[in-house]
Every structure is written in structure tokens, then in C-alpha cells.
């Protein structure tokens, strides 16, 4: 598709889960990006993969959070034993490459029971 | 690391003025600088960006400045329509921060007719 994809656009899971989100990036872009969004919140930086260099991983707010990137393109987070605290909503970006336009998918709101 | 502070947090306007947002940044590396519109349950939208070498742009009634001694830029929106009610968010990227945006956190614009 023309644009970043995500899903599933909705996820209700029970606290103490795993869950995994997806991001499927727009074609050729190098750059991708994960953020959250709380609700009525601004955008909090969580991981960046740029080509085949090592992610910048300082945004994760915890070692629950994990993403890969595999082959460059297709990209999961995966969150371990939920807690309600990381119910909002994850957004996934992708640029050309790092300092470039960044173009959001739609999002998945997580919510934990 | 890099820090944005946007102001204001909330903004209404009435239809036909003007309406301006400002954003300060504090690493003097920051070069790019973007401005994001997210209608309420919708994707961040690119809605202009400007790069440390240019002092303005514009696009139609939507413009950015940058004062980079000072580092801040500003959003202005001339002749506000009820569709440009949504929230405005400002980030600013600078390669000492590997490629990462730091986005400021948001400012609720408000159109009213």
C-alpha cells in the first residue's frame, strides 16, 4: 500500500499478557519508528531502526517492550506481561531515511484489562 | 538530550483569525523541524516542515518560522477554518540524538465559528 500500515487496529488483552503489534512500513523507507500515545497525550519516543544498524532502543520504558525489524522492512513490538499502565495507543512511522519526513500509520490501541 | 517545549497548550480562535504556536528547542545541533496536525482518533498528519537554513516557509495559509539563535519556531495558521480545529504538534530532529524526534506536546487548537 501507499502508506504505513499497522494492525491490529484495536487489541484488548488481560493484564499479564503478551502482546505483539505490527508495522508494515512504506516501500523503500529505512527508517522506522515506534511511539506511544497516551491518551490526550503528546508523542513518546520508544525505538528506532535505521537500515541494518543496531536500533536506538532508549525510548523502551521498560525490558517488557521489544521490537525487531526483520529484513528491513516489517517491524514488531512486542510487549511482555501487560500492565494497565501500557494501555494507549502505538504508533509506528517511517521516513526515507533518519532526519527525513516522518509518515505515521494509524495506529493500535492497546487496551489492558 | 534534546528538549521542546511548546506553548500554547490550548488555543481558540475565531473563524478568520489568526492563530500561532510556538515551540522551543534546546540543542543547537536540531537542523529539521517539523509540524504535525492530529485530528481527534486520526494519524499525525506532516503538515510542513523547514530546515535550519531557511528562516520561513510557507504554504498557503500555513507557515513556519525559525529564529535559530534564539531556538524557536512558530506555527501560524492565517484565515482559520473549523477544519483546522485538531492538535497542532511541533518536533525538532538533530543528529546527535541518532535521527530521532523529540515532539513537543501539543497545543489543542479550536476554531469556532
Known amino acids: 500500500g501507499a502508506g504505513v500500515s499497522q494492525s491490529p487496529s484495536n487489541k484488548v488483552t488481560e493484564k499479564g499478557k503478551d502482546v505483539e503489534l505490527r508495522c508494515d512500513p512504506i516501500?523503500?523507507?529505512?527508517?522506522l519508528y515506534w511511539y506511544r500515545q497516551s491518551l490526550g497525550q503528546g508523542l513518546e519516543f520508544l525505538i528506532y531502526?535505521?537500515?541494518?544498524?543496531?536500533?536506538?532502543k532508549s525510548g523502551l520504558p521498560s525490558d517488557r517492550f521489544s521490537a525487531e525489524r526483520t529484513g528491513g522492512s516489517v517491524s514488531t513490538l512486542t510487549i511482555q506481561r501487560t500492565q494497565q499502565e501500557d494501555s494507549a495507543v502505538y504508533l509506528c512511522?517511517?521516513?526515507?531515511?533518519?532526519?527525513?519526513?516522518?509518515?505515521f500509520g494509524d495506529g493500535t490501541r492497546l487496551s489492558i484489562l | 538530550g534534546e528538549n521542546v517545549e511548546q506553548h500554547p497548550s490550548t488555543l481558540s480562535v475565531q473563524e478568520g483569525d489568526s492563530a500561532v504556536i510556538k515551540c522551543t528547542y534546546s540543542?543547537?545541533?536540531?537542523?529539521?523541524f517539523p509540524w504535525y496536525k492530529q485530528e481527534l482518533g486520526k494519524r499525525p498528519q506532516l503538515i510542513i516542515d523547514i530546515r535550519s537554513n531557511v528562516g520561513e516557509k510557507k504554504d498557503q495559509r500555513i507557515a513556519v518560522t525559525l529564529n535559530k539563535t534564539a531556538k524557536h519556531f512558530s506555527l501560524h495558521i492565517t484565515e482559520t477554518q473549523p477544519e483546522d480545529s485538531a492538535v497542532y504538534f511541533c518536533a525538532a530532529h538533530f543528529t546527535g540524538g541518532g535521527n530521532k524526534l523529540t515532539f513537543g506536546t501539543g497545543t489543542q487548537l479550536k476554531v469556532e465559528l
Open positions: 512511522a517511517s521516513s526515507l531515511r533518519g532526519g527525513q519526513p516522518q509518515h
Open positions: 540543542d543547537s545541533a536540531s537542523n529539521y
Open positions: 516501500s523503500g523507507h529505512t527508517a
Open positions: 531502526f535505521q537500515g541494518n544498524s543496531a536500533p536506538d
